[in-house]
């Protein structure tokens, strides 16, 4: 009777067992993406796609699989900026297995292209929309979408956590954390989130190596005092503006203390109105009415809490408004305006952003990416305005300090051509960490010509500059974006 017991006890345990590796391996299959509306082609490695439930929200993220050898290459989590704006901009026009050809008609179905400089060639890449409310993720508690830094980061470390128990053949593959623009918040609050569940033993334990931030807004300080600097050394300023704006201001520039001073630095901003903020060399594409800048109860920088309501007009460039908040004002704590709220209209101005709002919004590329249906996650949108959102951490100047002197690599990169977060402003704030320089200003090159410069410091922290590129750099310069991505991500030199 007792052997009977036994057997029937050692039975339920292992159909318990059974039943949990299946759900286990079997989930990834059901979220296997087999087909992309718009693309006729063999994918070139394996695509899943789905949402991971926390509570009431649904974060929802779309997996590639590395073209090269999934089970030792490192496995990347990216994310957009905003805050509000979703990574399928990522996905879709930068680094994504794709390139996306425009319709040749109006709201026909974009064709779909392999692209030659996707960072999928050498990397597992998950795209997540985040924080819940953003891109298809979506929430059934509308209190979910008051949120802010810290909280955005502890819900994606619970995200990684249950997406790593649905894929866990890639636990042990090299960790990395990436993004851009406002990501410069996201990427070290959630890497040192990672980093404290690593050292707390939070299973699965995860192999974070290091991380990655693009032109990405770190400190009020330095990315307040960038622009000028930039602006000058770009020849956007002539000298003698230059030289009363240091004598007005005396090196502060992001919180002007006197009348004159201000006056000084609204001369530098008329000078460079009519330039594309996002890259001084490309075209830039002008709304054809002024856009009225409303401050209400948000919490503006002081430039804008005097406009009141006041119409000016803003230049932008097709389908990059709304990645860095806001123009070349640096993120301050408190309430952050998504460009939507910051503008008073229900979408972002003067962008081309047809092609992912055609593709995304289709019901049938939906069932295909297992994503909700617009009627239940909404319609998506590059930025969204649907969430309220905290700047709660301060400067990330202690996150990377903290996250490097624990032996995590860092790479810091800027288009050198961005003048929403001037590579000034990262190129100084690399240097405040104190770390010794152990690689010497210097270019770097692809095949054969000057790709950019680099500063490498103790402590595996690198900086470096894209010639040529802007906010977003693998749009401007994919090829020389693949160049550097691949060979940090193996720790050769530049």
């Not at 101005?349 to 295909?368: G, Q, S």
């Not at 009627?375 to 202690?398: E, Y």
Request: charged share 20%; aromatic share 12%.
């Amino acid at each position: 009777m007792a052997s009977k017991t036994k057997l029937l006890l050692l039975s339920t345990v292992c159909m318990a067992f059974y039943s949990c590796f299946l759900r286990t391996q079997s989930l990834p299959e059901t979220s296997l993406v087999t087909h992309l509306p718009g693309y006729n082609g063999t994918f070139p490695s394996k695509h899943y796609a789905g949402y991971v439930t926390l509570d009431e929200k649904k974060l929802y993220y779309y997996f590639v699989v590395s073209e090269r050898s999934p089970s030792k290459d490192p496995v990347v989590l990216w994310l957009n900026g905003g805050p509000g704006c979703s990574s399928f901009d990522g996905f879709i026009y930068e680094h994504g297995p794709f390139n996306f050809e425009k319709g040749k008609t109006p709201n026909k179905m974009p064709t779909l292209h392999l692209n030659p400089y996707s960072w999928t060639k050498v990397s597992s890449i998950i795209y997540l929309d985040s924080p819940a409310g953003v891109g298809l993720s979506y929430s059934d508690n509308s209190s979910d979408y008051v949120t802010g830094d810290i909280k955005t980061a502890t819900d994606s470390h619970a995200f990684l956590l249950k997406w790593f128990e649905l894929y866990p053949e890639f636990v042990s593959n090299p960790f990395y954390i990436v993004g851009e623009s406002y990501a410069g918040v996201y990427v070290p609050t959630l890497a040192y989130e990672v980093a404290q569940g690593v050292d707390a033993g939070l299973k699965p334990i995860l192999n974070l190596k290091g991380y990655i931030v693009g032109n990405g807004v770190t400190d009020e300080e330095f990315d307040g005092n960038a622009l000028v600097p930039f602006v000058h050394g770009m020849g956007l300023i002539s000298d003698d503006l230059y030289t009363e704006v240091i004598s007005e201001c005396n090196g502060n520039y992001y919180n002007p203390t006197s009348e004159t001073c201000e006056s000084k630095l609204n001369k530098v901003d008329e000078v460079i109105r009519g330039l594309n903020i996002y890259d001084i060399l490309e075209p830039c594409y002008h709304n054809t009415n002024p856009i009225k800048m409303k401050t209400g109860d948000t919490k503006l920088p002081p430039s804008f809490r005097k406009l009141g309501e006041t119409e000016r007009p803003m230049p932008v460039r097709k389908r990059m408004f709304g990645r860095a908040w806001p123009l070349a004002a640096p993120v301050r704590d408190g309430i952050v305006p998504t460009w939507p709220e910051l503008l008073d209209v229900g979408s972002v101005p003067c962008t081309d952003d047809e092609v992912a709002d055609i593709w995304l919004n289709n019901e049938e590329v939906r069932k295909a990416i297992h994503a909700e249906k617009t009627t239940v996650s909404g319609p998506w949108v590059l930025c969204t305005s649907r969430i309220k959102f905290t700047h709660d951490a301060g400067s990330m100047v202690k996150y990377h300090k903290n996250l490097t002197s624990r032996g995590y690599r860092a790479l810091i990169f800027s288009g050198d051509h961005d003048m929403c977060v001037p590579f000034t402003g990262s190129e100084a704030w690399t240097k405040s960490v104190g770390y010794k320089t152990v690689d010497m200003w210097r270019s770097w090159f692809v095949n054969g010509q000057v790709a950019g410069y680099t500063q490498g410091y103790e402590n595996n922290l690198t900086f470096l500059t894209i010639k040529g590129a802007g906010h977003t750099v693998p749009e401007y310069k994919p090829r020389e974006a693949l160049e550097f991505y691949t060979r940090w991500l193996e720790g050769k030199k530049m």
